[in-house]
Protein backbone atom coordinates (compact mmCIF):
# COMPACT_ATOMS: atom_id res chain seq x y z
CA UNK A 1 0.00 0.00 0.00
CA UNK A 2 3.04 2.32 0.92
CA UNK A 3 4.66 1.60 -2.72
CA UNK A 4 1.03 2.36 -4.31
CA UNK A 5 0.99 5.60 -2.47
CA UNK A 6 4.57 6.64 -3.46
CA UNK A 7 4.06 5.41 -7.40
CA UNK A 8 2.73 9.31 -8.45
CA UNK A 9 5.34 11.38 -6.75
CA UNK A 10 8.02 8.50 -8.36
CA UNK A 11 6.30 8.87 -11.64
CA UNK A 12 6.00 13.26 -11.18
CA UNK A 13 10.00 12.88 -10.41
CA UNK A 14 10.25 10.46 -13.78
CA UNK A 15 8.41 12.84 -16.12
CA UNK A 16 10.87 16.08 -15.04
CA UNK A 17 13.66 13.43 -15.24
CA UNK A 18 13.32 12.43 -18.83
CA UNK A 19 10.48 14.49 -19.98
CA UNK A 20 8.64 11.37 -21.26
CA UNK A 21 5.19 10.73 -19.91
CA UNK A 22 3.31 7.94 -19.82
CA UNK A 23 5.32 5.04 -21.00
CA UNK A 24 7.83 5.92 -17.17
CA UNK A 25 4.43 5.41 -15.57
CA UNK A 26 3.43 2.02 -17.24
CA UNK A 27 6.79 0.57 -16.35
CA UNK A 28 6.87 1.63 -12.69
CA UNK A 29 2.84 0.37 -12.47
CA UNK A 30 4.03 -2.81 -13.99
CA UNK A 31 7.07 -2.73 -11.58
CA UNK A 32 4.43 -2.38 -8.42
CA UNK A 33 3.04 -5.54 -9.90
CA UNK A 34 5.66 -7.42 -10.42
CA UNK A 35 7.32 -6.60 -6.94
CA UNK A 36 3.41 -7.87 -5.74
CA UNK A 37 3.43 -10.94 -8.14
CA UNK A 38 7.07 -12.31 -6.58
CA UNK A 39 5.72 -12.34 -2.73
CA UNK A 40 3.44 -15.20 -3.86
CA UNK A 41 5.39 -18.43 -4.71
CA UNK A 42 3.32 -19.44 -7.56
CA UNK A 43 3.45 -16.59 -9.22
CA UNK A 44 7.14 -16.17 -8.40
CA UNK A 45 8.27 -16.67 -12.09
CA UNK A 46 5.97 -13.88 -13.10
CA UNK A 47 7.38 -11.29 -10.94
CA UNK A 48 10.82 -12.01 -11.79
CA UNK A 49 10.29 -11.69 -15.68
CA UNK A 50 8.16 -8.85 -15.19
CA UNK A 51 10.36 -7.36 -12.48
CA UNK A 52 13.24 -7.50 -15.04
CA UNK A 53 11.44 -6.36 -17.88
CA UNK A 54 10.26 -3.35 -16.42
CA UNK A 55 13.82 -2.50 -14.68
CA UNK A 56 15.29 -2.60 -18.14
CA UNK A 57 12.57 -0.85 -20.04
CA UNK A 58 12.39 2.13 -16.89
CA UNK A 59 16.34 2.26 -17.08
CA UNK A 60 16.01 2.84 -20.95
CA UNK A 61 13.70 5.70 -20.25
CA UNK A 62 16.01 7.25 -17.75
CA UNK A 63 19.36 6.55 -20.27
CA UNK A 64 17.36 7.88 -23.87
CA UNK A 65 16.58 11.34 -22.04
CA UNK A 66 20.03 12.66 -23.98
CA UNK A 67 21.84 11.11 -26.93
CA UNK A 68 21.22 7.13 -27.37
CA UNK A 69 23.67 4.64 -27.65
CA UNK A 70 23.54 1.00 -29.67
CA UNK A 71 24.01 -0.39 -26.33
CA UNK A 72 21.08 1.04 -24.57
CA UNK A 73 18.74 0.40 -27.72
CA UNK A 74 19.68 -3.58 -27.49
CA UNK A 75 18.51 -3.49 -24.02
CA UNK A 76 15.24 -1.52 -23.93
CA UNK A 77 14.60 -3.67 -27.35
CA UNK A 78 15.09 -6.75 -24.85
CA UNK A 79 12.88 -5.63 -22.13
CA UNK A 80 10.13 -4.90 -24.86
CA UNK A 81 10.60 -8.71 -25.53
CA UNK A 82 10.69 -9.76 -22.17
CA UNK A 83 7.50 -7.56 -21.74
CA UNK A 84 5.64 -8.97 -24.10
CA UNK A 85 6.21 -12.40 -23.07
CA UNK A 86 5.48 -11.09 -19.20
CA UNK A 87 2.04 -10.23 -20.87
CA UNK A 88 1.34 -13.28 -22.73
CA UNK A 89 2.36 -15.04 -19.90
CA UNK A 90 0.22 -13.12 -17.44
CA UNK A 91 -2.77 -13.34 -20.22
CA UNK A 92 -1.96 -17.89 -20.56
CA UNK A 93 -2.22 -18.05 -17.04
CA UNK A 94 -5.47 -15.94 -16.43
CA UNK A 95 -7.29 -17.82 -19.05
CA UNK A 96 -6.42 -21.37 -18.49
CA UNK A 97 -9.43 -23.33 -17.77
CA UNK A 98 -10.38 -23.43 -13.84
CA UNK A 99 -8.64 -20.36 -12.92
CA UNK A 100 -11.50 -18.82 -11.03
CA UNK A 101 -13.59 -21.60 -9.98
CA UNK A 102 -12.78 -23.63 -6.61
Given at each position: ????????????????????????????G????S????????????????????????????????????????????????????????????????????
Amino acid sequence: MGLASLLPLAGIAVLFATNLQGRSGLMGGGLVLSVLLLGDRTFRPLGYLGAVANLLLLAGDFATSGAGSPLVASLIAVGYVMLLVWFVWIAVWFLRPGTFTR
